[in-house]
């Protein structure tokens, strides 16, 4: 299964020079709602909730992609407004990477009983409908197994992290012998290329003139 870490310019080249992905923290994503997807009106349960996801960010971070890459809000959102690149990944289709769901409303918190594991499935991999374009998959990385670098924690590639694509953004400085420098000898066989604004639907694709990318 291929799917795609989008990252700025700056970022996603020292993610290639070095060969690792930085994990994102619990407590650093973008969406309020991260692990909190239930209907929290009761206070206790909310509070407990609460407790629970601060405890997890100690924990654990994920590691998110998109099944896609042709989607214009996520270059915008998380690639640097097109300024960014996506890395390609093979991964195994298994359950290392977990696909999100994408609901409407949120359901009622479980009510007289302990937390199972099918409840924290469902809180790690719920994601209001609004969020759908992004069409995520989540792997979620022990800190403790993880590569730390100052405040930071990182994957690094391996064979079920398999570097395969470089997509460039449309607005990237980077140029082709850059992007091959930061690759070095580990670019043998990864595919590289500009992207653009397709001329007649609201995607990005692929730019096939490639004397546009010196």
């Known amino acids: 299964m291929r799917l795609y870490y989008f990252t700025t310019q700056q970022y996603g080249l020292m993610a ?3 060969r690792r992905l930085k994990i994102a923290r619990i407590k650093d994503l973008n969406d309020p709602f991260e692990l909190l997807g239930w209907n929290l009106r009761d206070r206790e349960t909310r509070e407990k909730l609460k407790r629970w996801k601060s405890e997890r960010n100690d924990e654990f971070g994920i590691l998110c992609m998109s099944h896609k890459w ?12 097109h300024k960014g690149m996506a890395l390609g990944f093979d991964v195994p289709e298994s359950d290392v990477f977990l696909k999100v769901n994408y609901c409407r409303r949120r359901v009622p918190a479980p009510a007289g009983r302990k937390l199972v594991e099918r409840d924290l499935d469902s809180l790690l991999l719920s994601k209001f409908t609004a969020w759908k374009y992004e069409t995520e998959y989540r792997c ?3 800190l403790n197994d993880s590569i730390r670098d100052g405040e930071h924690y990182f994957e ?16 990237a400085t980077i140029s082709r012998q850059g992007l091959a420098d930061a690759l070095g000898a580990f670019g043998d066989g990864i595919a590289s290329f500009k992207a ?14 490639s004397r546009l990318w010196k």
Request: some cysteine; overall charge positive.
């Open 140 to 142: 979620f990385c022990s």
């Open 16 to 18: 290639l020079q070095n």
């Open 156 to 171: 690094p590639f391996s064979d079920t992290l398999r570097l395969k694509e470089v997509v460039v953004g449309d607005q």
């Open 70 to 81: 042709s989607h214009p809000l996520l270059w915008g959102h998380y690639a640097e407004k």
């Open 196 to 209: 653009r604004p397709a001329f007649g639907s609201f995607r990005v694709v692929r730019n096939r003139d």
